[in-house]
């Protein structure tokens, strides 16, 4: 049965509490938090302390700004913190984020990626057991470990490892090592089933592990409204959005799945010109219903459950539950969908 969570919608640390209790007294199965101009970290240990039940979890922090030890603490405190309800999630963003805002050198990001979660690994299991730290790669070395800087074994040790990504390799890798696989929030459910899964399920069987251990979550496209003019707001909104991350070259191949590969490149040239409005402007009909999910606030869930049910074992809507506003459709959506 697939899972409906949301993602964090407060920017100040002092206004997680009441937003993460918020969202597990409406019924969401998980709370996301996101690296974009906050950290993700901070606000899941204060969503620990004040919820019981939900799931929680970064999607995503970005992995190369933070070596795998940091993550590996970070996470360690984290899954203690929340009784075992702590989720991973790594991302490698692109080239340009981490060059040019964050400061990191650009490698090989799918064999870093593994790398770091490999190394990831070993400090838990020496956290946990003690084993004498021995990782040595091409990119990460973990060979040093003393008592005073050992946090020692935790009740929950066992700690999902969910990555994101679109490209074949990133998709091998989580069927290969992971628990978990955040779906772009452009994507199509052929994108996934044609895509995504085979992807994962051939990283799977290289490793011998079964493709249904990897959850597929994502956030996903909707268009949802009681009036035409919210419906046409929110309709605009969705089309700016996706024509800026189908802008990025990386994201060609889900425009080329349904045959609008040729948008791309326009895309591209108008948000290097700055035309916004003209990269919403290519972005048809059509395709609005092929990535997006439309309906009333009524009928929204029923629509969202029929469309992934199978497809996503967790879904949230792009844009999340913000505490104080619609609180009382939200709270009939989520039953609705529990239902």
């Known amino acids: 049965m697939v899972q409906l969570d949301t993602g964090l919608a407060v920017a100040r640390l002092a206004d997680v509490p009441a937003a993460a209790r918020e969202v597990e007294e409406l019924g969401f199965s998980g709370l996301w938090t996101a690296e974009t101009s906050h950290d993700p970290y901070l606000p899941v240990a204060l969503a620990a302390e004040h919820t019981s039940r939900i799931d929680l979890g970064t999607s995503i922090a970005v992995a190369f700004p933070r070596s795998p030890m940091v993550h590996a603490m970070t996470a360690w405190d984290l899954a203690q913190q929340s009784e075992g309800r702590f989720i991973l999630g790594l991302g490698t963003q692109v080239r340009g984020h981490n060059k040019r805002r964050f400061g990191v050198n650009w490698q090989k990001p799918g064999p870093q990626l593994r790398e770091m979660i490999e190394m990831i690994r070993a400090a838990w299991d020496c ?18 470990m003393s008592p005073f800087f050992n946090p020692g074994p935790i009740q929950y040790p066992e700690i999902p490892i969910y990555i994101a990504g679109v490209n074949p390799y990133i ?95 326009h895309l591209t040239t108008k948000s290097r010109a700055g035309d916004w409005a003209g990269m919403a402007d290519l972005i048809t009909d059509e395709m609005l219903d092929v990535f997006t999910v439309t309906g ?27 505490p104080g506003r619609d609180t009382d459709r939200w709270k009939s959506l989520v039953a609705s969908f529990r239902e």
């Open 127 to 144: 956290f946990q057991n003690g084993t004498v730290p021995s990782f040595k790669g091409e990119y990460y070395e973990f060979t040093l």
């Open 171 to 265: 998709c091998r890798l989580a069927g290969e090592m992971c628990d978990g696989f955040h779906v772009h929030p452009l994507h199509s459910v052929e994108y996934v089933e044609n895509f995504v899964r085979p992807w994962i399920a051939e990283g799977a069987a290289k490793a011998g592990r079964d493709p249904s251990s990897v959850q597929l979550a994502s956030t996903c496209f909707t268009i949802v409204g009681d009036t035409e003019e919210e419906m046409d707001a929110m309709r605009q909104m969705v089309r700016s959005q996706i024509s800026f991350y189908a802008s990025t070259p990386a994201y060609k191949p889900v425009l080329a799945a349904h045959g609008w590969e040729d948008v791309a490149p």
């Open 296 to 322: 009333t606030w009524s009928d929204i869930a029923g629509k969202m459950k029929a469309r992934y049910e199978g497809v996503l074992d967790r879904i949230g809507f792009y844009v999340p539950f913000n």
